[in-house]
Each structure stands twice: as structure tokens, then as C-alpha cells.
């Protein structure tokens, strides 16, 4: 099947300070990408559809000057977390629109 | 807006016992409904699907109807490996045109031992 990477796997950083993931579509082109985030023991709640060559579109709820979406090519899409807090510490996870959805491994945040 | 319900868990079982995960959903419409699994390390990765009333999805030994009159999507396996071993997220889309936008229930974990 097709393969998404995402990276890093894991990061820790300090609060304050700024986190961007990557999410990777390798044997396909996406047009579309979706960002999901996971609190423990809780469901993947989608955050924001990231369109190549657009704005993203945020789910309600979510700032979108805070976890800023970037699209600018056909295989790459970008979240960055700015100015992190311990509060946003979760596990997002970023799928691409193919034939399917396809799912990277997900980045693992943790803010100190 | 959509919602889907997964059983609490996590669960455990011997090998070659008989799985059943619970699954309900509420949707305007009429949804797609997925399983997906993730093992350990690796990202989710769909493992059956129904589109419609009465499909039955299938792949790897596991099964789950789409039932419209109960609204579920129960995930059935009669005899499970420990390579079954992973966490179990059942999904539903609204066929809004997008595969990948979809609504997911909590996850459930299920270990099984040799």
C-alpha cells in the first residue's frame, strides 16, 4: 500500500519554543491531508484539512494561529506548533487522501 | 454531529480465542464505516470496510457488518494470534468526497498471549 512518513516520531521541547511535523505522502501525490491529534485514552479528533495550494481549513475549536498548516507542495504538508505549552503534549497523527486514507506513525509531543 | 462508540477496554485473550469488539455509531446520512489497526511503532492501517446497509467487510479473519437497523459495526475474529496484538479504531466518514476525513472512536488495545 501507499506509505505516509511523518517525522519526527517523537519530540520533547520546552515551552515557549516551536515544533513543526512533517507528513510525507512517498509513492503518491495528496492533494489532501488531514492532521489529527490523540489525548490519552481518548479518540483521534481531527484538528484541520490541509489543502495543497490553499488555507487550511480548521475544525471548531482549534486556533489556527497556533498549530499553523502548511501545504505548499503536492507530497509535503507541515504543522507547526508555536509557542508551546505543556497543555498541548499530545500524539498527532497526519493522514493523506489517496484511494484510501493513509496514516503516518504519528509524533509523540511532550512539552516541559 | 457524527460520533462513534467504542467498547471500554483494554483487552486480553488467549491465543485462538474468539474476539468480538463493540462498535456503535450516530451519523446523519448514510456513512462509510471502517476498521483500523495500528501495531506497535507503525501507523494506522485499515484493515476492512463497508460502505453501505448489510456490506460485510472482510480481511485477515476479521469481519464486521454494517448494521443500519442497530447502527453498528461490531469487529468479529473466531480465532486470534498474537500478531493479532494491536490497538483497534473503529471510523466512520460521511462521504463528504474525502477518505481520509473521518471520525474515530477511542481505540481499544487488545493483547493477546501465546
Known amino acids: 500500500g501507499a506509505v505516509v512518513s511523518q517525522h519526527p516520531s517523537w519530540v520533547i521541547c520546552k515551552s515557549g519554543t516551536s515544533v513543526k511535523i512533517e507528513c510525507r505522502s512517498l509513492?503518491?501525490?495528496?492533494?489532501?491531508m488531514f492532521w489529527y491529534r490523540q489525548f490519552p485514552k481518548q479518540s483521534l479528533m481531527l484538528m484541520a484539512t490541509?489543502?495543497?495550494?490553499?488555507?487550511?481549513?480548521?475544525e471548531q475549536g482549534v486556533e489556527k494561529d497556533k498549530f499553523l498548516i502548511n501545504h505548499a507542495s503536492l507530497t509535503l504538508s507541515t504543522l507547526t506548533v508555536t509557542s508551546a505549552h505543556p497543555e498541548d503534549s499530545s500524539f498527532y497523527i497526519c493522514?493523506?487522501?489517496?484511494?484510501?486514507?493513509?496514516f503516518g506513525q504519528g509524533t509523540r509531543l511532550t512539552v516541559v | 454531529g457524527d460520533s462513534v462508540t467504542q467498547m471500554e477496554g483494554p483487552v486480553t485473550l488467549s491465543e485462538e480465542a474468539c474476539l468480538t469488539i463493540?462498535?456503535?455509531?450516530?451519523?446523519?446520512?448514510?456513512?462509510?464505516l471502517f476498521w483500523y489497526v495500528q501495531y506497535p511503532g507503525e501507523g494506522l492501517q485499515l484493515l476492512l470496510k463497508?460502505?453501505?446497509?448489510?456490506d460485510k467487510g472482510s480481511n485477515k479473519g476479521f469481519e464486521a457488518t454494517y448494521r443500519k437497523e442497530t447502527t453498528s459495526f461490531h469487529l468479529e475474529k473466531g480465532s486470534v494470534q498474537v500478531s493479532d496484538s494491536a490497538v483497534y479504531f473503529c471510523?466512520?466518514?460521511?462521504?463528504?468526497?474525502?477518505?481520509?476525513?473521518?471520525?474515530f472512536g477511542k481505540g481499544i488495545t487488545l493483547s493477546v498471549r501465546p
Open positions: 493522514s493523506a487522501d489517496g484511494t484510501e486514507a493513509f
Open positions: 509513492d503518491f501525490q495528496a492533494t489532501t
Open positions: 490541509s489543502n495543497e495550494g490553499s488555507k487550511a481549513t480548521y
Open positions: 463493540n462498535c456503535t455509531y450516530t451519523a446523519t446520512g448514510y456513512p462509510s
Open positions: 463497508a460502505t453501505k446497509a448489510d
Open positions: 471510523a466512520l466518514s460521511d462521504n463528504s468526497g474525502a477518505n481520509s476525513k473521518l471520525t
